[in-house]
């Protein structure tokens, strides 16, 4: 714990420097007064020059800035929309190739089921043939037919 001050003795309070705390009721304003008044004018004036300027540096790097940033997510979204376009264009490719296959798909099949009417109409025939050619065969090796 830091140790108490000791407290100052009624001597070493008064030896201090004395100050004149009279009042002037005479008092006269000497002409450093108004010139004091012009410099502060003058200062306020410079002071609010330097604000504008600065309040204009503030707006300009702003504005520049506001606008790298409107730039920048132009650019994001053109980015944004030529990608898409991409996708989109691939997509369409995909499925015309898509629509491709399956018509080639349908017209092997429609060919394919041309060709089995067509493979089965012969093997129709051959078996019309040769069941005629079978029963011919049987009338001229047995004449006499057997009866129901």
Same mark, same amino acid.
């Not at 009279?22 to 108004?34: A, E, G, H, V």
């Not at 504005?63 to 980015?79: D, G, H, P, R, S």
């Not at 369409?92 to 491709?100: G, N, P, Q, T, V």
């Given at each position: 714990?830091?140790?108490?001050?000791?407290?100052?003795?009624?001597?070493?309070?008064?030896?201090?420097?004395?100050?004149?705390?009279?009042?002037?009721?005479?008092?006269?304003?000497?002409?450093?007064?108004?010139?004091?008044?012009?410099?502060?004018?003058?200062?306020?004036?410079?002071? *609010?020059?330097?604000?504008?300027?600065?309040?204009?540096?503030?707006?300009?790097?702003?504005?520049?800035?506001?606008?790298?940033?409107?730039?920048?997510?132009?650019?994001?979204?053109?980015?944004?929309?030529?990608?898409?376009?991409?996708?989109?264009?691939?997509?369409?490719?995909?499925?015309?190739?898509?629509?491709?296959?399956?018509?080639?798909?349908?017209?092997?099949?429609? *060919?394919?089921?041309?060709?089995?009417?067509?493979?089965?109409?012969?093997?129709?025939?051959?078996?019309?043939?040769?069941?005629?050619?079978?029963?011919?065969?049987?009338?001229?090796?047995?004449?006499?037919?057997?009866?129901?």
């Amino acid at each position: 714990m830091a140790p108490h001050r000791k407290a100052p003795s009624p001597t070493e309070s008064d030896s201090g420097s004395e100050v004149d705390l009279s009042i002037d009721l005479q008092y006269k304003p000497s002409s450093s007064i108004p010139q004091a008044m012009e410099n502060i004018d003058k200062w306020k004036s410079k002071r *609010s020059e330097i604000q504008k300027g600065i309040e204009k540096d503030y707006v300009d790097k702003l504005t520049v800035l506001k606008n790298k940033i409107k730039a920048y997510y132009q650019n994001e979204a053109q980015k944004t929309s030529d990608h898409s376009q991409q996708r989109v264009e691939r997509l369409i490719a995909a499925l015309e190739k898509r629509i491709a296959c399956e018509e080639k798909i349908s017209k092997r099949i429609d *060919s394919l089921r041309d060709d089995c009417a067509h493979i089965a109409m012969l093997v129709d025939a051959i078996y019309t043939g040769r069941k005629e050619a079978a029963t011919q065969s049987a009338k001229t090796c047995n004449p006499n037919p057997p009866k129901d």
